[in-house]
């Protein structure tokens, strides 16, 4: 049996909040968005999911509104290997887990999940 992470055993009422970010609507990404669905289930986290439909600019806020809304975690498909770096790495400093799926930036801070 997996054990539960610590922000999913806090015991209390509230969940953690998670972001996922995908860039497109296609099969492959409402897979991918299955996935984190079922995942923070299992683990009892409350997952927000968004789509930056394949735009730097939308990317960028939407990490930002989710850093302001302080989540625990993002899992982001990443648009570019460096332009995407400094809103993480400014949400990264805040103390929130990056996670990069289906992409790659160069940066030491993210977590890559292939």
């Not at 997996?2 to 409402?30: K, M, W, Y």
């Not at 770096?85 to 940066?107: F, M, Q, S």
């Amino acid at each position: 049996m997996r054990r539960r992470p610590a922000a999913a055993r806090t015991g209390r009422n509230s969940q953690a909040i998670v972001a996922g970010i995908l860039f497109q609507e296609d099969q492959f990404f409402r897979m991918c968005e299955m996935g984190m669905k079922k995942a923070a289930a299992q683990y009892g986290l409350d997952l927000q999911v968004s789509n930056s439909n394949n735009s730097l600019d939308k990317e960028v806020s939407l990490v930002e509104t989710y850093a302001g809304q302080g989540v625990k975690a993002m899992a982001v498909a990443p648009l570019s290997v460096t332009a995407s770096i400094p809103a993480l790495e400014r949400a990264h400093d805040k103390g929130i887990a990056i996670v990069t799926y289906d992409g790659y930036i160069n940066a030491d801070f993210r977590r890559a999940v292939s």
